[in-house]
């Protein structure tokens, strides 16, 4: 890239990363003043936020399509990695809870306990296996395609508009490494009302920066891979209705340690860490990335 496109990819940056950031910490300020999460549910409207600042900005700011040139990846296309990607997302959040299960056998509830639990839903077919491929089946893939709205609010921001343009400024390494703290730092006002990490909201905050940085190697993967944002929003939302299959229905203690169990605790983040460094060195990065800056935006850009 020239200077002048440098220029305008850092501008870009700006005006989605500055009004992103201000609108979300707003809105954890506003739950704060409310009770607390509790009383206002701000992460279902934080993750909106993202990707409306994106599109507000392409469409009156940037100057560049939506839907043209696969800028943002709103794509039907890669359509086998919409099977892969959730698939991979439930093995690894089962992994999280199975490990620990091993040096810890009271980890999970019996299978008395799991069919009870699961045949309150309504779901239940009279077999504590089996409702569990039932719920979890829903959830991985039914549950993620019914709220891909949502789930786009932040694929669409994080991996579709902010990584690539990190990648042509810094490389691969530093962009997974800002990228990720970045994305993690946008959750710094909601984990310091105790999403995710009850009671610990400053740790709370360093684990996710340590979270953050493989799982967004991997949606990126899933997304330049299939050339599709929907499919990282898929893998997004497996992850979040996993964990909470197995929160409800298999653990035997709602209230475990979540610094050190789950997808977000320490043992979590170890294994997301092995997994993303493997597909790191399966990639090239920068051959994948089908973001470039062009001249009507520039133009467009000198001008604010």
Same mark, same amino acid.
């Given at each position: 890239?020239?200077?002048?496109?440098?220029?305008?990819?850092?501008? +870009?940056?700006?005006?989605?990363?500055?009004?992103?950031?201000?609108?979300?910490?707003?809105?954890?300020?506003?739950?704060?003043?409310? /009770?607390?999460? +509790?009383?206002?549910?701000?992460?279902?409207? @934080?993750?909106?936020?993202?990707?409306?600042?994106?599109?507000?900005?392409?469409?009156?700011?940037?100057?560049?399509?939506?839907?043209?040139?696969?800028?943002?990846?709103?794509?039907?296309?890669?359509?086998?990695?919409?099977?892969?990607?959730?698939?991979?997302?439930?093995?690894?959040?089962?992994?999280?809870?199975?490990?620990?299960?091993?040096?810890?056998?009271?980890?999970?509830?019996?299978?008395?306990?799991?069919?009870?639990? $699961?045949?309150?839903?309504?779901? /239940?077919?009279?077999?504590?296996?089996?409702?569990?491929?039932?719920?979890? /089946?829903?959830?991985?893939?039914?549950?993620?395609?019914?709220? !891909?709205? @949502?789930?786009?609010?932040?694929?669409?921001?994080? *991996? /579709?508009?902010?990584?690539?343009?990190?990648?042509?400024?810094?490389?691969?390494? *530093?962009?997974?490494?800002?990228?990720?703290?970045?994305?993690?730092?946008?959750?710094?006002?909601?984990?310091?009302?105790?999403?995710?990490?009850?009671?610990?909201?400053?740790?709370?905050?360093?684990?996710?920066?340590?979270?953050?940085?493989?799982?967004?190697?991997?949606?990126?993967?899933?997304?330049?891979?299939?050339?599709?944002?929907?499919?990282?929003?898929?893998?997004?939302?497996? @992850?979040?209705?996993?964990?909470?299959?197995? !929160?409800?229905?298999?653990?035997?203690?709602?209230?475990?340690?979540?610094?050190?169990?789950?997808?977000?605790? !320490?043992?979590?983040?170890?294994?997301?860490? !092995?997994?993303?460094?493997?597909?790191?060195?399966?990639?090239?990065?920068?051959?994948?990335? $089908?973001?470039?800056?062009?001249?009507?935006?520039?133009?467009?850009?000198?001008?604010?």
């Amino acid at each position: 890239m020239n200077n002048q496109e440098i220029t305008i990819v850092k501008k +870009e940056l700006a005006w989605v990363l500055i009004p992103t950031f201000i609108i979300t910490y707003g809105l954890a300020a506003f739950a704060y003043s409310k /009770g607390g999460l +509790e009383h206002f549910p701000v992460m279902v409207i @934080m993750m909106y936020v993202p990707a409306l600042v994106v599109i507000l900005n392409y469409l009156l700011n940037f100057k560049r399509s939506v839907l043209k040139n696969n800028d943002l990846g709103l794509r039907f296309v890669g359509m086998k990695y919409w099977v892969i990607a959730p698939l991979l997302l439930l093995a690894i959040i089962a992994s999280t809870y199975i490990i620990p299960f091993l040096f810890n056998t009271d980890f999970f509830k019996d299978s008395q306990e799991i069919l009870f639990a $699961t045949e309150k839903t309504g779901l /239940g077919v009279g077999h504590w296996f089996l409702n569990l491929l039932i719920i979890f /089946g829903i959830n991985t893939f039914i549950a993620p395609i019914l709220n !891909i709205l @949502m789930l786009l609010g932040e694929e669409l921001a994080w *991996r /579709g508009f902010l990584f690539p343009r990190l990648l042509t400024l810094l490389g691969a390494k *530093r962009s997974f490494i800002i990228g990720g703290t970045i994305w993690a730092l946008w959750h710094a006002g909601a984990i310091m009302l105790g999403w995710n990490y009850p009671d610990h909201p400053l740790f709370g905050n360093i684990l996710m920066i340590l979270f953050c940085i493989p799982m967004g190697l991997i949606f990126q993967y899933l997304y330049f891979k299939s050339k599709s944002i929907f499919v990282p929003a898929l893998a997004h939302g497996a @992850m979040n209705w996993t964990a909470g299959n197995f !929160i409800m229905f298999v653990l035997a203690d709602p209230d475990y340690n979540k610094l050190i169990y789950g997808p977000t605790g !320490i043992i979590g983040i170890i294994i997301f860490w !092995i997994i993303a460094i493997t597909l790191f060195r399966k990639m090239d990065w920068e051959k994948e990335n $089908t973001f470039s800056p062009n001249v009507n935006t520039a133009q467009s850009m000198c001008k604010s």
